[in-house]
């Protein structure tokens, strides 16, 4: 979902933002045809590039191929791991009530399938992003805590009135679960969302020589802006996927307080501390301070 970045926006509070999925009356076959198409032509990609940890979290959820998952049978598949509820969401969700219900372990996902023709890269909201991109890493408990402790700091910090603090925190749930990548026997593999569901990004994110890959780290990722509507100058890379569970432990508040004084980067911008695992071809040609847009 988008609502990770939706930081600066006012919050209304909407009745009609979670909804039911009403699986049986809302898809027709055009819908159906839509997933299986998505499913064929990213799964076959995705299989190759995504991680080990995601590919399980596949299996144990047992997407199927030629129709669109009901929410109830994933929140049912889930009930033996995490015990994580997927809802129906229609549109965006306001950020109090997207946080509340993550908090909750409740996460909305679009109802709404994207278009065929805008489907090489994310678009959203997008039940396809949501359901194939999020669903697999569910399964995981350090996971389910990081996305209940990250809900819990943006909360805070948006209850505060800080949304300086609720970037930060949004840059780490960001950076990983949406486009994060690790190492994995020699190569990079994809273990986020936005990555996993975008053929583009995919192959932008592995197999391009214009991003940054930089060593993740922590409060390096917090200070980072991004741009969510394209692919990214900078991914982070982990040197293996515990290093994401061990952030099951962090306060993402508390945390993001600690770097209050510290100066954003912005995309794209390196600082001195970075561990390049790749130099991108678009830093190279490009002042460090200039934001970037990539385009694809
Ligand atoms: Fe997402």
Not at 14 to 20: A, I
Request: glycine share 6%; hydrophobic share 40%; aromatic share 10%.
């Amino acid at each position: 979902m988008l609502n990770h970045a939706a930081v600066d926006q006012p919050t209304r509070l909407e009745d009609n933002s979670l909804v039911d999925q009403e699986w049986a009356t809302r898809y027709n076959e055009t819908s159906h045809a839509t997933w299986a198409s998505l499913f064929g032509s990213i799964g076959q990609l995705s299989q190759k590039t995504s991680c080990s940890s995601f590919i399980h979290g596949q299996k144990v959820i047992q997407l199927g191929a030629e129709r669109i998952p009901k929410f109830e049978d994933l929140s049912e598949q889930l009930s033996t791991s995490t015990g994580w509820e997927i809802v129906g969401a229609n549109g965006f969700v306001p950020d109090e009530i997207f946080f509340t219900q993550l908090a909750n372990k409740k996460f909305p996902m679009s109802c709404e399938i994207r278009s065929l023709d805008g489907s090489q890269f994310q678009e959203y909201p997008d039940l396809f992003h949501d359901v194939y991109g999020h669903v697999p890493l569910l399964i995981y408990p350090e996971v389910s805590e990081i996305l209940q402790s990250n809900a819990r700091s943006m909360l805070k910090a948006i209850k505060l009135g800080r949304p300086d603090l609720a970037r930060k925190i949004a840059s780490a749930y960001w950076f990983t679960l949406e486009v994060g990548l690790v190492k994995e026997h020699g190569d990079i593999r994809v273990y986020g969302a936005a990555i996993a569901s975008s053929p583009k990004e995919i192959m932008f994110a592995t197999a391009d020589k214009r991003p940054n890959l930089i060593s993740f780290d922590l409060d390096r990722v917090m200070r980072t802006e991004y741009d969510m509507l394209d692919v990214q100058a900078t991914y982070f890379v982990l040197n293996d996927i515990d290093t994401l569970k061990n952030l099951a432990n962090v306060d993402f508040f508390e945390r993001a307080l600690s770097l209050e004084n510290m100066p954003t980067l912005a995309p794209g911008e390196l600082c001195p501390s970075d561990e390049l695992i790749q130099l991108g071809s678009i830093s190279q040609q490009t002042k460090s301070n200039e934001i970037l847009t990539v385009q694809i």
